[in-house]
T-cell receptor
Framework: GDSVTQMEGPVTLSEEAFLTINCTYTATGYPSLFWYVQYPGEGLQLLLKATKADDKGSNKGFEATYRKETTSFHLEKGSVQVSDSAVYFCALPNSGAGSYQLTFGKGTKLSVIP | NAGVTQTPKFRILKIGQSMTLQCTQDMNHNYMYWYRQDPGMGLKLIYYSVGAGITDKGEVPNGYNVSRSTTEDFPLRLELAAPSQTSVYFC????????????FGQGTRLTVV
């Protein structure tokens, strides 16, 4: 079945450091790919998405490129801020017939220290 | 703009008790979902609905029930609470399925003792 594997956390960075959170997937075909973010005490919200191969999703300084050759969708940000501290989830739609499930990675907790 | 609203935010139940987690959305979305989030495990789908009157099981439906009598509301029922149901529960909605953005409520933290 479809699956998502993302790097385990927690990740602790100093402010203005470069961030990479790895995400690889297994799926039938070429599904849309998503990054969701969960700030402390809140629900998940969409951070960015890409709908086809070689697409780059971007939002709030974060970027991720849909790489079908390596089945990856790594999340990057050039200079993190304290306000980026959150849990980040990679996700894809389950491609099973009649399935309406988003398959999530286990989440990567990011802490940014001043 | 309220989005997806869940109540309550916190609840402690005793083993064997019942409760209903409420979820309502004001975006006229057809699709609604219930997920549970356990530490280090991501989110698992419990039940989903593609429209009023239509519900179906997700990955982990045992011990839960749902109904969808209106487009706006999608309550989740726990009939006989068990410690294994201690979790954070999220309701979500989307316009036309999982390829579109899902909007999440703030969650309900449930502890069964």
């Amino acid at each position: 079945g479809d699956s998502v594997t993302q790097m385990e956390g927690p990740v602790t960075l100093s402010e203005e450091a470069f961030l990479t959170i790895n995400c690889t997937y297994t799926a039938t075909g070429y599904p849309s790919l998503f990054w969701y973010v969960q700030y402390p005490g809140e629900g998940l919200q969409l951070l960015l998405k890409a709908t086809k191969a070689d697409d780059k999703g971007s939002n709030k300084g974060f970027e991720a490129t849909y790489r079908k050759e390596t089945t990856s969708f790594h999340l990057e940000k050039g200079s993190v801020q304290v306000s980026d501290s959150a849990v980040y989830f990679c996700a894809l739609p389950n491609s099973g017939a009649g399935s309406y499930q988003l398959t999530f990675g286990k989440g990567t907790k990011l802490s940014v220290i001043p | 703009n309220a989005g997806v609203t869940q109540t309550p935010k916190f609840r402690i139940l005793k083993i064997g008790q019942s409760m209903t987690l409420q979820c309502t959305q004001d975006m006229n979305h057809n699709y609604m979902y219930w997920y549970r989030q356990d530490p280090g495990m991501g989110l698992k789908l419990i039940y989903y609905s593609v429209g009023a009157g239509i519900t179906d099981k997700g990955e982990v439906p045992n011990g839960y029930n749902v109904s969808r009598s209106t487009t706006e509301d999608f309550p989740l029922r726990l009939e006989l609470a068990a410690p294994s149901q201690t979790s954070v529960y999220f309701c979500a909605s989307s316009l036309i399925g999982v390829n579109t953005e899902a909007f999440f409520g703030q969650g309900t933290r449930l502890t069964v003792v």
